[in-house]
């Protein structure tokens, strides 16, 4: 007997991917064709991400763990030649003496470096584990692919990576027009 409605299983993972805003809109048969696609890899608290400057090749989601981005010394005026401040248990720099260019702290559910799906531009900012995190890494050349096979996914996904930037434009915008108030 041929069975028309098939349940389709779900695992840990892909609910957790499907509450992350990137898929939310996926069926779970499309989110299981993107799960496909995606690689984990786990980082040490003070390990570096990526560097700016870097070839952007991929979007972070966080799994678990905090993820600081923060702008180079040099985009902020300061001395590149700063010494690092070091984690004698890990003897990984935790953060610069004098760093003012912290933009962000991210956890768990937030995705970053999102511009190296669009185009391969480099990294304007350097992403750096807080504390130990898992990353769920979305390759650009595995997205590329995907457009190609699954237009239909990669146009969901698509959607809501414009979402979020206009978000980010619009907050970024608002911002500055009140520190021009300041002025």
Known sequence: MVKLFRVRKTTPRLERLHELSLFVNLTQ????????LLHERHYLEGEVIFDAGEEGQAIYIIASGEVLISLPEA???RRATQAAVIDPATSHPLRRQGDTGLVAQLGPGTFFGELALLDNSPRSAQARAASPCELIIFFRDDFVSLLDTHARISSKISRQLACHLGTRMRSMALSMSAHQHLL
């Open 29 to 36: 048969a499309e989110l299981q064709i993107v799960d496909g």
């Open 75 to 77: 985009a902020n005026g």
